[in-house]
């Protein structure tokens, strides 16, 4: 074990002195040793000078930090740079006089099946009802001037005119074998599209939606204009950050002071070998080294502001993966920003307790990072931000729960409890992931619908969503068992790491499905020049991360202390230093995982760069 000793506080000398117990058993978190108590002993004491050299690590270290992430901000500049030169320009259809229709058209004939082609209601197909939609949209001027008197009319007149719209795109064709499953779906849900619900198109819409076997971005993409999700994110997480970093900080300031005034650091779990002081703070190196996700944060905050500002980039109505405002990427980068000073909060004294401030800041860059890549092509059905504040609420009273409930009984209530929270999310998440949000449109009126309708055929609607799904449910269930199997193996262990591999496992299941379908559509479309180089940088950059990612849990893995362990046995664990005699291996951790999530964050912001020219009415839904 190591037990640092301050030099300025013993000037002159210092006499150590070794107290035998009587009872080694408080030593142990386990079976007590059995040659721990014998009468004779033999230690070993060695006094090392350490030198207070602290300005070339640092200074290394930033350097190495600030040039990694400069460099490849500057090539996501050039990338973007090449795309502006190459892009032509969006609005000459429109003056030329074409108009959104005639576009369609052009595409329908190279090769948009009948379904499609009816969905754009292009003057070859306008069947009767749209006739007799264009018949009430020519005689609205009537209907508002007999409703100036009775705004409330006129509202319901136009709200049943653009539902009417929402019904055009429907495929209409007879029941047949191959659409009886689906039909008798919609048949159940149109029962629920009566007057008091006219007015709500969010009906309209997830009808709309089950009725086509093929989703295109466009039909999911109706309000991401004014979809305030993410806003809500960029608003809130450094607002709920400040309110809690202010009590943490003077709850680990306190119990710092104490620990100091009692001469007992027992329960600070540090690595005494590699622990290296500065004025208030004992384990300055473990503080300075969580620099790189500062630098990163703030780089990469740069980097969206760039993007956001560029013309090729913004938002056109039509074209490319909506991204209307950049909001979600601004709040990655200032949740890159708070992991710093949180985590740099918990080596000030780590322990369990305060592992609760360095994750906290990890759950929202997981659940941000889930929400927007599933938004790149669900704009309209993503999850509310407040209900996924709220179930992050959840989430952190358990992990505190889990800390100090230790007996046998309440300990059994309180993962029954998790349990059912989380089979709630489970299907919550699958079944609006199959449905396409409809779950969430009918609900509660025509839930039971959706209930009994999987027990009626052994068909599937979308099949590839099926496996999708049935994946996160067997994944998830094993997830499960793992972290019921910890909790009781493990007397001393929390939520805090099962929840963090729930996240990050969940978060992978979604990437490389959207991976392997974002693969399948490059190969599918014919090869454009000017997606080539965007494509083959996100590749770059994601084995990168990979890359870094595999070496930063390799340093973490390696750990010199253990929180689960007494303080004794964590002592045991302690090393020296490994690296410029002042990081050690969770030094590398914080240096290497700042850098994978700085180029997963790129990647996440650049992996749809090429279908920047194409028309969201071609881009498939996956």
């Known amino acids: ?6 030099l300025s506080n013993f000037p002159g000398e210092f006499v150590m002195t070794l107290l035998p117990v009587k009872n080694s058993s408080t030593c142990f978190s386990e079976d007590m040793h059995a040659d721990a108590d014998e009468d004779v002993k033999t230690v070993e004491i060695k006094v090392l000078k350490i030198k207070e050299a ?5 200074f290394v270290s930033v350097l190495l930090s600030s040039v990694v992430s400069i ?19 969006q609005d000459t259809n429109n003056s030329n006089g074409i108009d959104r229709t005639q576009t369609e058209e052009i595409y329908d004939s190279n090769g948009m099946d009948r ?13 009767r009802t749209y006739a007799e939609v264009s018949q009430n949209s020519n005689g609205l001027n009537r209907t508002q001037g007999e409703g100036i008197n009775n705004p409330n009319e006129m509202n319901r007149t136009q709200a049943e005119e653009t539902n009417s719209s929402y019904r055009l795109t429907i495929d209409e064709t007879r029941v047949e074998t191959r659409n009886a499953y689906r039909q ?18 969010r009906y309209f819409e997830a009808i709309s939606r089950l ?22 994110f960029l608003c809130a997480v450094p607002l709920l950050s400040i309110f809690y970093l202010v009590p943490s ?20 779990y540090l690595n005494y070998g590699c622990s290296r002081p500065l004025w208030r703070f004992t384990d300055f190196n473990h503080i300075i080294s969580n620099a790189g996700y500062f630098i990163n944060g703030i780089i990469f905050i740069i980097l969206v502001f760039i993007k956001s500002k560029s013309k090729t980039f913004k938002s056109h109505p039509d074209y490319g993966i909506p991204n209307s405002n950049y909001s979600c990427f601004y709040a990655l980068g200032i949740c890159m920003i708070l992991q710093s000073v949180f985590s740099s909060l918990f080596h000030v004294c780590p322990s369990n307790t305060s592992l609760q401030f360095d994750t906290t800041i990890m759950y929202i860059m997981m659940i941000l990072v889930f929400l927007q890549t599933y938004s790149f092509r669900h704009s309209d059905i993503s999850s509310d931000a407040y209900i996924s504040l709220y179930a992050f609420s959840a989430a952190l009273i358990m992990e505190a729960l889990s800390l100090y409930v230790t007996s046998y009984t309440p300990k059994i209530i309180l993962f029954s409890i998790f349990l059912v929270v989380y089979i709630i999310l489970l299907f919550n998440v699958v079944m609006n992931m199959y449905y396409y949000g409809a779950i969430k449109a009918f609900f509660p009126l025509k839930f039971w619908v959706f209930m009994k309708h999987p027990f009626t055929s052994y068909k599937c609607l979308y099949p590839r969503r099926f496996f999708l799904s049935f994946c996160y449910v067997l994944i998830n269930l094993g997830l499960m068992i793992w972290t019921l199997i910890r909790s009781t193996k493990d007397h001393g262990a929390s939520l805090s790491n099962p929840f963090l591999v729930i996240g990050a496992v969940n978060i992978a299941i979604y990437l490389i499905f959207y991976l392997i379908l974002k693969v399948y559509e490059i190969k599918k479309n014919p090869s454009r020049e000017s997606s080539k180089i965007p494509t083959i940088f996100c590749l770059i950059v994601l084995i990168s991360a990979i890359i870094l990612a595999g070496l930063a849990g390799c340093f973490y893995l390696e750990k010199r202390q253990s929180r689960n362990l ?25 240096f290497f995982s700042a850098a994978s999530l700085f180029l997963a964050f790129i990647f996440l912001l650049s992996i749809d760069d090429d279908l920047l020219n194409t028309p969201r009415n071609m881009i498939s839904v996956f």
């Open 566 to 590: 007494t303080p004794q046995e964590s002592r045991d664990k302690n090393e020296l230093c490994s690296y410029l005699d002042f990081f050690d291996n969770h030094d590398m951790w914080h």
């Open 211 to 232: 009725k086509k076997k093929h989703l295109k971005v466009d039909d999911l993409c109706k309000h991401s204009e004014t979809n305030p999700n993410f806003k809500t």
């Open 71 to 89: 460099f490849f901000c500057i090539l996501c500049c050039l990338i973007w740079r090449y795309l502006l030169n190459r892009t032509p320009a």
């Open 249 to 268: 900080a003077q709850m680990v300031s306190t119990d710092l002071e104490r620990y100091r005034s009692t001469g007992n650091m027992e329960h600070c």
């Open 1 to 6: 074990a190591f037990f640092p000793v301050k």
């Open 184 to 201: 008798e779906l919609i048949k159940e849900l149109e029962k629920v599209l009566d007057t008091e619900s006219i007015n709500n198109t």
């Open 54 to 58: 602290y300005l070339w690590p640092v």
């Open 115 to 127: 379904t499609q082609d009816e969905e754009t209601n292009n003057s070859n197909g306008m069947n």
